[in-house]
């Protein structure tokens, strides 16, 4: 195994509101290894942002605060160093792409310049004829046409996809090792989403940088990650590569997930919700978060008493759950059935 690149352990995030404490990610553990996707999947308000965010310093703290926990990068522990270092990390290193590309552009200012400047404020030294030379290659990487053009137009000229592909250019201006992409096409419509992945793809090519691709979108995971993350109310509840996920989830709420959500790969008509809602993140069920919705808790005791742990399932490290009875799942061949038989 080679060494991660990035390493979350334990965090914990709270926010404090008026109705009281909301705990947006409890004890949240994984590995980001060179060159690999890793998914994050789960439902709206899971703690898939808020778990990313922390690390790049972006959550407003208070009203949010960290608990605990670590993210190692290179050795050093993000949660803790200096503001200024962090700021020069993140943009350059460690670059992130939003749903909403004006986060990133600012719309008084020529995009190719925004580019140019942010080459240039981690290339001392970089020409300004040189940072215009290297933007519009990335312009045209990204597939925005007459790049030299458009170098000059304000991001008002732009199509919310040609801004989607601008930003992705600025965030991978910088070789970063690692890439943070939350929702990266969930604004875009149909077509255009598809163009995007195809960016992203070529994005990762030209980089080999590490991606975590946070998404709703369960056909985004199967095309583009190596493994996928599922969180269930702030806790990582299945960790695997993407085909045993896909193949032989091992938490009912996978399960549950795959049934529910849109999947291009299986271009299935049916949908089953999972029934029920998400539950308060200020008073969570006791034992397992999930076992109100969870047909297969029914009767057993231990899912409402007892949380249930993030364990190695199988041999080894590599498929983790947090099913007390992840065996059983697999026994009983509910998950194959239920995840992958279009009816
Ligand atoms: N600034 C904040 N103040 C209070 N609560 C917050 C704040 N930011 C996030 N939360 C809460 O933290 C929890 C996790 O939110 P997060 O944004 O990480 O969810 P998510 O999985 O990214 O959802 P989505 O898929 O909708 O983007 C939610 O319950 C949310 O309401
Ligand atoms: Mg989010």
Known sequence: MPEPVLSIRDL?????????VVRAVTDVTYDLFPGETLGIVGESGSGKSVSVMTMLGLVPMPPGKLVGGEALYKGRDL???????????????????????????????????????????????????DARKKTIELLELVGVPYAERRYDQYPHEFSGGMRQRAMIAMAIANDPTVLIADEPTTALDVTIQAQIIEVMRAAQDETNAATILITHDLGLVAELADRVVVMYAGRV?????????????????????????????????????IPGQPPSMISPPPGCAFHPRCAFSRGRERCRTEIPPLRGFGDGLAHLSACHFAEELEAQHVTAALALEPS
Do not use: C
């Open 12 to 20: 914990t995030v709270e926010f404090k509101t008026e109705d009281g």
């Open 237 to 273: 509840v299945e960790l695997g590569d993407v085909h045993t996920i896909f193949n032989s989830p091992r938490h009912p709420y996978t399960v549950g997930l795959m049934n529910s959500l849109a999947r291009v790969d299986l271009d299935r008509e049916w949908l089953e919700p």
């Open 79 to 129: 949660l803790k160093i200096p503001k200024k270092e962090l700021r020069n990390i993140r943009g350059g290193e460690v670059a992130m792409i939003f749903q909403d590309p004006m986060t990133s552009l600012n719309p008084v200012f020529k995009i190719g310049d925004q580019i140019s400047e942010a080459l240039q404020t981690h290339r001392d030294g970089l020409s300004d004829g």
